[in-house]
C-alpha cells in the first residue's frame, strides 16, 4: 500500500467496500488494480491504470454496496480480453470452480478414482485437486499440449499431481532398517526414528515409510523382498509370533487412512519363496541396522519362508468380518528356482487358496525368457527391469526406482484421423509420442525444480551423497489405450479376430517401444512403454471420440446412457469369446514389447474355484505363454446387513436376501468396491468374459 493517497483517489475512496480474498473488507482502491496488473502480468503501467479506470467505471455503473476480489478480477479480466491480451489474462486469471460443482463434490463426492471415500478429507482433496488440473493446464504445461489432453489426444495422468510429485516408486526397506526413519524427510518437524531393533519396531517402520513417502508422490508405493529384507527379524520368533507380525503390517497398511484425501497408502510388497539366490550372499542388515559381512540373508532362508507363509495365511483370513485386504497388493514371483525347493508346491497351494476365496494375489512371471533375474512391479502394473548401475544400488543396500510421470496415447483417435493409411497411422503414432515426451520432460524439470524448493522432502534426503530420488535414474513412461479399437478400426477387425490384425498391433506397439528406446539412447534417460491402467483415461477418451468423431468412433459399451469404454491397452477386448489360453497367447505377445510394465487379468466365472486347478492353470501360464505378470480377478457380493461375502456379482445377499449389498472386484490393476467405479469401467465389469476351470 502506498503511503499517500492523491486527492482524486480519496474522493473515489469511501464509494465501495471490497471483499478481499484475504478475508477482510477494504474501501475500493483503483491503484490495487494497478499494481497487481503489472506486478502479476508486467503489462506497461499505462495501459494498468487504462484499465483500472475502466473497471472503476464499470463498477460505479452497477451502483453496489459490496463488491468481492474476484469479481473486480473477472471485470479486469473482460478489459484484458478486450484489448487482446490473452497472455496477460491467462497470468492474472483466478482458479477455483463454480459454487454449484463445490456443493456437487461436499454432498455427493466424484467416481473418478474408485479409491476415494466420501468423506472430509477427500472433499479437500478433491477441491484443491479441481484448482491443482487447472493450474497444469493453464500455467505448468504449454497450451499446445494442454490442449491435446483436453482434446483427448493424449491422457496425463494423474494431472492434479502434475506440478507437486512424481508418480510411483519402489523402495528398499534395507536403507530405513539401517538407517532409521524420518517421515517427514529431513528430521525437523517429527520424531527421528533410529534403526529398529526388533521385529515389531522393523514392522511399524516399513509401513510408515510407505506412508511417509505417499505424501511425496502421486501413485503406488512399493517394497521389494519384502519377507526377504525382514526375514533377519525374525529369527528365533515362533510361527505364531510371525504370524502376528504379518498380520500387524497388513492392517497397518490396509488401515492407516492417511495420505492424498483420505486413502489407504496404495501400496504393494513383493512376496518370494524363500531367499532367492541373487540376494543370498548380501550381507544382511539385522536388528539395530547392524550388518556383518559374515551373516548374510541366504542364513535366513527358513525364516523367510515361514514368514512369506505367514503373510499369506493373513491375506486367506480376510479381515475380521470376512471382507479381503485390497492393500498393500501381494505380487508373488515365480522363479525357476524356487520349483526345486521343498515345500514349493505346498505354499503355491496356499497361495492359490487365497485367490481361489479373494483373488488378491499378482503373479510376476520371471519364467519367462524376456525378463532378467529380477524385476521390480509395483503400483497397478509398472514391471521394470533394472539395469547395471541399478544392480550396483542393489549390492549397496539401496535398490529405488519407480516411473516420473505416464502420458497415455489415444491410438483409435489416430486410427479415425488415418483413414486407412498405414504410413499416415505410425506418423501420427510418432507425433503424439513426441507430445507425451515434451509433457515428461516439463515433468521433470519441475520436479527437480520442487526438490530444490524444498518442497519434495522425503526425495531429497541423502543416501550416500546423492538424494533419495534421482530424477535421471527413474523411467518416463508412454502408455497406450485401446489398440483393440484401433485395429477395428484401421484394419476392420479386432485384435483376436485375425492374424493379421494381430501382426499390425504388434507392429504399432514394437514401433512405439523402438522409438522409446531410440529416445534412451538419446538421451541417456529410461523411456518405456507401458500397458496404461488407464482406469479414467479408457472412459474419457471413449466418451471424447464419441463426440468427435460420431459414427466413425469404435467404442465398447452403452453408447446411449454414455457408459463407453475402450478396452485397456493390448489386452483383448473382455467381452470376446475367446479361450483363455488363446487370450493369453494373443495378449502375451505384446507383454515383452511393453518394458515399462503389463498386466494381464483372467476374470474367474467360478465363485468357489478349485485351488489345485488354479495353480495348475498358474504353472501353465508361467511356462506356455509370454505373460510376464498377471492376476485372477474373482467378483465378490459383500452383504452390509448379515457381513457374507459370496463370490460373483449378486443382486441379493443369497445368505439373508437383503438387497443392501456392495460388490467388490478389480477395476484394473487394483481391487475397489464397484459403487466407487465410473460409467465405463461399471459397464466393462458386466461386460467381461469370465473363464470357468471345470
Ligand atoms: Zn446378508
Given at each position: 500500500m502506498p503511503e499517500t493517497f492523491d486527492t482524486e483517489y480519496d474522493h473515489n475512496k469511501e464509494f465501495l467496500t471490497v471483499r478481499t480474498s484475504r478475508n477482510m473488507l477494504e474501501s475500493f482502491d483503483r491503484r490495487k488494480i494497478v499494481q497487481s496488473l503489472i506486478k502479476e502480468t508486467g503489462i506497461s503501467k499505462e495501459i494498468a491504470e487504462e484499465i483500472a479506470l475502466e473497471v472503476e467505471e464499470t463498477i460505479k455503473k452497477l451502483k453496489l454496496k459490496f463488491i468481492s476480489a474476484p469479481l473486480i478480477r473477472e471485470i479486469v479480466n473482460v478489459k484484458l480480453l478486450e484489448r487482446r491480451l490473452e497472455d496477460a489474462r491467462r497470468d492474472y486469471t483466478r482458479l477455483g470452480l463454480p459454487v454449484y460443482d463445490a456443493t456437487q463434490i461436499i454432498e455427493k463426492g466424484v467416481r473418478e478414482n474408485a479409491n476415494l471415500q466420501h468423506n472430509p478429507e477427500t472433499i479437500h482433496k478433491l477441491v484443491a485437486d479441481w484448482v491443482m488440473k487447472e493450474y497444469a493446464l493453464l500455467k505448468a504445461l504449454p497450451l499446445h499440449l494442454a490442449d491435446a489432453h483436453m482434446r483427448g489426444e493424449i491422457h496425463i495422468h494423474d494431472l492434479e499431481y502434475f506440478v507437486t510429485r512424481p508418480y510411483c516408486f519402489q523402495h528398499d526397506l534395507r536403507w530405513f532398517l539401517k538407517n532409521g526413519l524420518k517421515v517427514d524427510g529431513t528430521g525437523e518437524n517429527t520424531a527421528v526414528a533410529g534403526p529398529a531393533k526388533n521385529a515389531e519396531v522393523a514392522i511399524l517402520h516399513a509401513a510408515k515409510a510407505l506412508a511417509a513417502a505417499q505424501t511425496n508422490f502421486a501413485g503406488g508405493q512399493g517394497l521389494d523382498f519384502f519377507n526377504v529384507w525382514l526375514a533377519p527379524y525374525m529369527a528365533g520368533k515362533t510361527y505364531k509370533e510371525i504370524k502376528q507380525l504379518a498380520q500387524m503390517f497388513i492392517y497397518e497398511l490396509s488401515q492407516m487412512y492417511v495420505a492424498r484425501g483420505g486413502q489407504v497408502v496404495f501400496s504393494d510388497i513383493d512376496i518370494e519363496y524363500g531367499v532367492p539366490k541373487i540376494c543370498q550372499d548380501l550381507p544382511a542388515v539385522l536388528p539395530g541396522g547392524v550388518v556383518k559381512?559374515?551373516?548374510?540373508?541366504?542364513?535366513?532362508e527358513e525364516e523367510a519362508i515361514m514368514f512369506a507363509r505367514a503373510l499369506t495365511e493373513v491375506y486367506l483370513e480376510g479381515d475380521y468380518v470376512g471382507k479381503p485386504f485390497f492393500f498393500p497388493k501381494p505380487n508373488y514371483k515365480l522363479r525357476r528356482e524356487c520349483f526345486k525347493k521343498e515345500g514349493f508346491d505346498e505354499f503355491m497351494i496356499l497361495v492359490h487358496k487365497v485367490v481361489a476365496k479373494y483373488g488378491s494375489p499378482y503373479f510376476l512371471n520371471l519364467l519367462a525368457g524376456y525378463l532378467p533375474d529380477n524385476v521390480f512391479a509395483q503400483c497397478c502394473r509398472l514391471v521394470l527391469s533394472p539395469d547395471n548401475t541399478d544392480w550396483e544400488d542393489f549390492k549397496n543396500g539401496c535398490m529405488r526406482t519407480g516411473s516420473l510421470q505416464v502420458v497415455t496415447i489415444n491410438l483409435p483417435r489416430i486410427a479415425y484421423e488415418s483413414n486407412g493409411n498405414d504410413e499416415k497411422l505410425f506418423e501420427l503414432l510418432e507425433e503424439r509420442m513426441k507430445l507425451a515426451r515434451e509433457v515428461i520432460e516439463i515433468k521433470r524439470d519441475i520436479i527437480l525444480k520442487r526438490m530444490k524448493q524444498g518442497s519434495l522432502p522425503f526425495l531429497t534426503q541423502d543416501v550416500n551423497g546423492e538424494p533419495y530420488y534421482r530424477v535421471d535414474k527413474v523411467v518416463r513412461s508412454i502408455g497406450f489405450v485401446g489398440l483393440n479399437e484401433m485395429l477395428k478400426a484401421h484394419t476392420g477387425e479386432e485384435l483376436h479376430e485375425s492374424k493379421d490384425a494381430w501382426r499390425f498391433g504388434l507392429e504399432v506397439i514394437k514401433r512405439m517401444m523402438d522409438i522409446a528406446m531410440e529416445w534412451s539412447e538419446e538421451t541417456g534417460q529410461r523411456w518405456v512403454i507401458t500397458q496404461t491402467p488407464a482406469e479414467s483415461a479408457s472412459h474419457r477418451l471413449a466418451l471424447l471420440d464419441l463426440k468427435e468423431f460420431n459414427g466413425k468412433a469404435v467404442v465398447q459399451g452403452d453408447v446411449k446412457t454414455g457408459a463407453v469404454y475402450y478396452t485397456n491397452s493390448s489386452h483383448v477386448r473382455v467381452s470376446a469369446d475367446v479361450p483363455l489360453f488363446e487370450r493369453l497367447r494373443i495378449e502375451g505377445a505384446f507383454h515383452p514389447l511393453c518394458n515399462g510394465g503389463m498386466m494381464a487379468h483372467v476374470w474367474i466365472g467360478e465363485s468357489s474355484p478349485n485351488p489345485e486347478l488354479l495353480w495348475e492353470l498358474t504353472k501353465k501360464i508361467a511356462t506356455k505363454t509370454l505373460i510376464g505378470y498377471w492376476a485372477y480377478t474373482k467378483d465378490m457380493t459383500f452383504c452390509r446387513d448379515c457381513k457374507n461375502l459370496s463370490g460373483g456379482i449378486k443382486?441379493?445377499?443369497?445368505?439373508?436376501?437383503?438387497?443392501?449389498v456392495e460388490w467388490y472386484s478389480r477395476v484394473t490393476g487394483y481391487y475397489q468396491r464397484v459403487s466407487g467405479w465410473n460409467d465405463g469401467k461399471r459397464k466393462e465389469l458386466f461386460d467381461r468374459k469370465r473363464v470357468n476351470l471345470g
Open positions: 559381512d559374515s551373516i548374510t540373508y541366504g542364513d535366513f443382486k441379493s445377499c443369497p445368505n439373508c436376501g437383503s438387497s443392501n
